[in-house]
C-alpha cells in the first residue's frame, strides 16, 4: 500500500510563498488522477489543484498563484503557491486516485496565512 506524507507547511504573511510536497513510498502518481485538497477551520474540503486525464486544473480561488507539478523519479507531488492569502490558511493534503488501491491521501500539512 502506497502511503502519502505531506510537509512544506508553516507560518507565512500575506504575499509571501510556501512550497509544499507529498512524498509517497512508491510510484503513485505517474499516470494515475493526482492533485491537493484543502479544508480550512470549520469548512468543508475543497479541491484546490489536480493532474487528471492529462490535464491540470486549477480552483478559481488560486488559479494564478498555485502551481502543481510532479517529479515521478522522486515519487514527489508539489505545490507552489504564492501570492498567499489569509483565507488560503488551511489543512492541505494531497492525495492520488489509483486503479488497484483507490483514492489515497496523506496526514495533511498546516499552512497559515497571517500578518
Known amino acids: 500500500q502506497v502511503q502519502l506524507v505531506e510537509s512544506g507547511g508553516g507560518l507565512v504573511r500575506p504575499g509571501g510563498s510556501l512550497r509544499l510536497s507529498c512524498a509517497a513510498s512508491?510510484?503513485?502518481?505517474?499516470?494515475?488522477?493526482v492533485g491537493w485538497f484543502r479544508r480550512a477551520p470549520g469548512k468543508q474540503r475543497d479541491s484546490v489543484a489536480d493532474?487528471?486525464?492529462?490535464?491540470?486544473d486549477y480552483a478559481d480561488s488560486v488559479k494564478g498563484r498555485f502551481t502543481i507539478s510532479i517529479d515521478n523519479a522522486k515519487n514527489t507531488m508539489f505545490l507552489q503557491m504564492d501570492s498567499l492569502k489569509p483565507e488560503d490558511t488551511a489543512v492541505y493534503y494531497c492525495?492520488?486516485?489509483?486503479?488497484?488501491?483507490?483514492?489515497?491521501w496523506g496526514q495533511g500539512t498546516q499552512v497559515t496565512v497571517s500578518s
Open positions: 512508491g510510484n503513485i502518481f505517474e499516470g494515475n488522477a
Open positions: 493532474i487528471t486525464l492529462g490535464d491540470t
Open positions: 492525495y492520488a486516485l489509483d486503479a488497484v488501491q483507490g483514492l489515497t
